[in-house]
């Protein structure tokens, strides 16, 4: 199970944290691929980490405002937003899943899926 969180309301140019968290042992096995979906938009890509933290992967709209970490043995991931624009405002999904590169994830390539949580960018 994977559960979200962090997600409100920011101005543009504030930062949020979001935090997915994970229950069960096998967490560590999987990447983590941030996904997010706007009103009226389709999901996208946002942010991926590998199973070991040593890699990472960012949309293009996203690098160099975004970051992804996890901590293992607290079954934790963050995804740190800075600099957000009102184009971010969308809901956060947090997903599992044995994807190979990074860069090639899909949503139905996912093991685990969380509900989601919702950014809210004001300008």
């Known amino acids: 199970q994977l559960v979200e969180s962090g997600g409100g309301l920011v101005l543009a140019g504030g930062s949020l944290r979001l935090s997915c968290a994970a229950s069960?042992?096998?967490?560590?096995?999987?990447?983590i691929v941030w996904f997010r979906q706007a009103p009226g938009k389709e999901r996208e890509f946002a942010a991926a980490?590998?199973?070991?933290?040593?890699?990472?992967y960012y949309a293009d709209s996203v690098k160099g405002r975004f970051t992804i970490s996890r901590d293992n043995a607290k079954n934790t991931v963050w995804l740190q937003m800075n600099s957000l624009k009102p184009e971010d405002a969308a809901v956060y999904y947090c997903?599992?899943?044995?994807?190979?590169?990074?860069?090639?994830?899909?949503?139905?390539?996912?093991?685990?899926w969380g509900k989601g949580t919702q950014v809210t960018v004001s300008s």
């Open positions: 980490i590998s199973w070991s933290g040593g890699s990472t």
């Open positions: 069960g042992r096998t967490f560590s096995r999987y990447a």
């Open positions: 997903t599992a899943g044995s994807t190979g590169e990074l860069r090639l994830a899909r949503w139905d390539g996912m093991h685990y």
